[in-house]
């Protein structure tokens, strides 16, 4: 009935929105994405003549024996298959359901990550939508005539020449008062019911629709509607509800009624009977609940600020600007007044934002400065939540979306302006499933197709972004000011239209935190074993006489990161991953848990060792609880509030704790690398590193530069407010360049040292890689698969490989992993025609992902 073809590599591919007739008459095919649940395929049917077919057009299409809504894909001019086992679409039921631009950066994506373009389509959608639509059938106004309105054996009449299957299905669609059922229903009440379907489409009695998708029903609520103003014959209780409307503009939800007017609903139904009001279910979108906040106005700029909105308000169409302001300098205010035209013009704007965990403050301030205009989207919402944002994005009303990676695919109509706030964050690279995505380049992609401006803004730029733009040399070309006022300062690069813009100080010339480096090793010679050295102490102690706030970071979640017995030396291991246990406690008196960060496998804490039986078992290094617990050990009046992924999975935890936080309710904050993502907190003036070693040596090309930016990402926590900052790193190597760059908040150095060591070794941002990651539960097989298509690369010219090797964690969930590392030169893309033929040797046993550009080769 249907055939599948997964040759993507030998088509031909149609312009985006472009018409197979407008370009050439040589397409007769056409792949569609059939709208079946678990469909993962292309299936290709033939064009009708009479039909102009795009891709990105949704198409009804007979799929077994049903008749299937499908989006479609792409135009062929030839195919392997048997023209009598290719069927016909049967009419294009939405035009141009994706506009031509995103079409365009949905097939990119796809060939860029070497992705089929369907999981391109399923990410970009919210979960589920695709497999929600169905296709129906209605009466049409001749179609719910029955045959005794009209004369009979006439013209005017088609139904007295039905056949008895069309005969039946036309009754059945009339004894329904809506006149509508879905195809699938009408199947099951009507054998070999598809014939007679196209006859009363033929004959016009009948449409056929694609229901619209929906992920989940639309949430409904009851609506209370004056009608009648005049209050004649009322008692005094229903004259107060029509009062009560009147001075609501005349509609109110019918609970918030009830409650207003401490009234039941028999007085209401009485109401309605008299003609006064209707009661109707009205949808109610869903969407993230912020607090409401007193409308916020434009802060005044400083020089650098000033200069810095100037231009970008002087731009048009695709420029991407690196905007470089050390923390506290105010890039958010610049943001807002960026984004503040933009929406006057009727366009709207696209932000994005590494972590969940930072949107609830940035949209609280968003919100406060642009009202209902702002909406959310990520995963953290519900399915009901992201459904019916993503319904108000198509309205092309101007608002402003604040999501994480996933929201660069928002179907924004009219985009104005993108930003990435924190653009150096890993966070924004996609690991898996597939496409393995960054949103930075994407985001590149979605501004030159949607002819505006880019934004990446960060304290720590990525070296790409800072490669990118150049060295701030040359003055730009007018209209673009350059200007050192303030210490701006101002690039142009016309090679790749790219600027760069400064804000070297803090607003209110407020000083960046002095970082004192503690060597942990003298701490030792000296006695003390704490996991707190005497600095960090004393400031604690500090901070408990003065009444101020802290933060402590530790880069590690739990209690302990691994468990050995003092006897032998035996780690207790995770019986599925080549991983240690890491200890988490619950709570005093309750059994100790061992969990794996990897499968989350858990278990008790055993009493004795399962090596030697010795009961000297003892917890080594730490996490975001021992450190917690050793607090409320030291400083029991000290009150913390820990801020990990094990705190903050329910929702709304992230914006409970941390307005806890800000209204004084702790004086503590202790947490990970979430307190590193742009958190304003403008009352701490200490920020403790515990380990800053756990950082830095990472098997990972990419350790330095993670370290830097995390280092000085959470000392720019300290010091944001009236009160000076004060930031106190523990290491057991202070002489490291990464410690002593962070020491003195030097980026330059920095990147002039890492940049030399990455181009010396060809490796990002002068040099492109792609990782072949590869895993089995067969430990031989997986092994032997990356040999054979190492052995298949190596033929290739172009690029150098390194490997297979086994990854640096082996096993994961009993999966064993291998992986190939293969080095591009920087400015090509590799063509490798045969990819489909390297998947293919694969067997089904053997996972395959692409990783193109990785942020981690481990």
């Known amino acids: 009935m249907y055939i599948s073809d997964v040759k993507l590599s030998s088509l031909a591919v149609a312009e985006p929105g472009e018409s197979y007739q407008s370009k050439t008459t040589g397409y007769r095919w056409i792949e569609v994405l059939v709208d079946c649940p678990g469909n993962l395929d292309l299936f290709t049917y033939s064009l009708p003549p009479q039909l102009e077919i795009k891709p990105g057009d949704i198409l009804s299409v007979p799929f077994g024996s049903q008749q299937l809504g499908g989006i479609a894909i792409r135009l062929l001019n030839q195919t392997d298959l048997a023209p009598e086992k290719i069927r016909e679409v049967e009419d294009v039921v939405s035009r141009g359901f994706f506009p031509k631009a995103y079409w365009e950066l ?85 054998k070999s019911a598809y014939r007679g379907i196209r006859e009363l489409l033929r004959l016009g009695l009948a449409e056929s629709y694609l229901e619209p998708p929906r992920l989940t029903k639309p949430k409904l609520q009851k609506a209370v509607i004056l009608i009648e103003q005049i209050d004649r014959d009322l008692t005094l209780r229903q004259r107060e509800i029509i009062e009560v409307l009147r001075r609501n503009g005349g509609e109110l ?75 506290g300098s105010g890039k958010t205010e610049i943001y807002l007044q960026a984004i503040a035209p933009i929406l006057h013009q009727g366009k709207s704007a696209l932000v994005l934002v590494p972590e969940i965990g930072l949107t609830p403050q940035l949209t609280d301030r968003f919100r406060a400065r642009f009202g209902n205009k702002v909406n959310v989207y990520h995963s953290a919402l519900s399915d009901g939540e992201r459904y019916d944002t993503w319904r108000q994005m198509l309205t092309g009303d101007p608002q402003v979306v604040i999501g994480t990676r996933s929201a660069i695919f928002a179907p924004l109509p009219n ?12 966070s924004f690279k996609q690991d898996s499933p597939i496409p393995t995505y960054h949103a930075r380049t994407v985001a590149q992609w979605r501004s ?10 960060s304290a720590t730029p990525a070296l790409e972004s800072w490669i990118s733009v150049g060295n701030p040399i040359t003055p730009p070309p007018s209209p673009l000011p350059a200007s050192d006022e303030g210490g701006q300062d101002v690039t142009f690069n016309n090679a790749n239209t790219a600027i760069y813009l400064s804000l070297p100080e803090r607003i209110n010339s407020r000083p960046l935190p002095p970082v004192e480096i503690v060597d942990m090793r003298q701490e030792l010679q000296e006695g003390n074993r704490s996991i707190f050295s005497r600095n960090l102490q004393d400031a604690l102690k500090e901070l408990q006489e003065s009444k101020r706030q802290g933060i402590l970071f530790i880069h590690r979640r739990g209690h302990s990161t691994f468990v050995s017995c003092r006897s032998c030396g035996f780690v207790l291991e995770c019986p599925n991953c080549d991983v240690s246990l890491a200890y988490h406690h619950t709570e005093e008196g309750a059994s100790q848990l061992l969990r794996c960060h990897y499968c989350n496998y858990v278990r008790s804490h055993p009493p004795h ?34 801020f990990d992924s094990d705190t903050t999975r329910n929702k709304g935890a992230h914006r409970n704790l941390l307005t806890q936080f800000t209204n004084g309710e702790a004086d503590l904050l202790v947490g990970t690398q979430m307190l590193t993502k742009g958190l304003d907190l403008p009352q701490v ?85 792609i990782l072949l990651r590869l895993s089995s539960l067969d430990p031989i097989q997986v092994q032997n698969t990356a040999q054979i298509i190492a052995t298949a690369l190596s033929s290739k010219e172009g690029f150098e490989i390194l490997g297979p090797a086994p990854a640096s964690i082996l096993r994961v969930a009993n999966r064993y992993r291998w992986q190939i590392l293969l080095k591009f030169p920087p400015d090509v893309l590799p063509n490798l025609p045969e990819w489909t033929e390297i998947r293919a040797l694969c067997p089904s046993s053997v996972s395959l992902t692409i990783d193109v550009d990785p942020m981690n080769i481990m």
């Open 106 to 190: 949905l097939n990119r994506v796809a060939a860029y990550y070497y992705t089929p373009l369907i999981q391109v389509i399923r990410i970009a959608l919210p979960p589920g939508l695709l497999g929600r639509s169905q296709r129906r059938l209605r009466l049409t106004e001749l179609g719910k005539k029955k045959p005794e309105t009209q004369p009979l054996f006439t013209y005017n009449n088609p139904s007295t020449f039905l056949s008895p299957t069309a005969q039946q299905i036309l009754e059945l669609l009339q004894e329904q008062a809506a006149g509508h059922y879905s195809y699938h229903y009408i199947q099951q009440k009507i």
């Open 253 to 327: 939800w019918h609970s918030e009624l009830l409650q207003t007017c401490s009234t039941s609903t028999s007085v209401v139904n009485t109401l309605v009977k008299k003609g006064y009001i209707i009661v109707e279910e009205r949808e109610v979108l869903r969407a993230e609940k912020g607090v409401v906040l007193v409308g916020d106005q434009d802060k005044s700029l400083t020089s650098a600020q000033t200069n810095a909105l100037e231009t970008i308000n002087s731009l048009n169409g695709f420029v991407q600007i690196l905007l470089h302001g050390v923390t």
């Open 415 to 426: 985009l104005g302006m993108i930003i990435l706030d924190e653009e150096h964050d890993g």
């Open 448 to 457: 030159e197709l949607e002819h505006c401006p880019l934004i990446l803004g």
């Open 609 to 642: 060792c399962p090596e030697c039986s010795s009961p000297y078992l003892k917890f080594f290094g730490s996490g975001t609880q021992r450190v917690a617990q050793e607090l409320n050990r030291q400083f029991p009046n000290l009150r913390l509030i820990r």
């Open 685 to 769: 003036t200490l920020v403790g590193v515990i380990a800053a070693d756990g950082l830095l040596h990472l098997s990972d090309y990419r350790a330095s530069e993670r370290a830097f930016q995390t280092l000085t990402q959470v000392a720019g926590r300290a010091g944001r407010g009236e009160e000076p900052g004060r930031v106190i790193v523990q290491t057991y190597t202070p002489q490291h360049p990464v410690i002593e760059a962070v020491q003195k908040h030097d980026y330059q150095s920095f990147c002039d040292a890492e940049l030399e060591q990455r181009q010396a070794l060809n490796y990002p941002p002068y040099g492109r890689l």
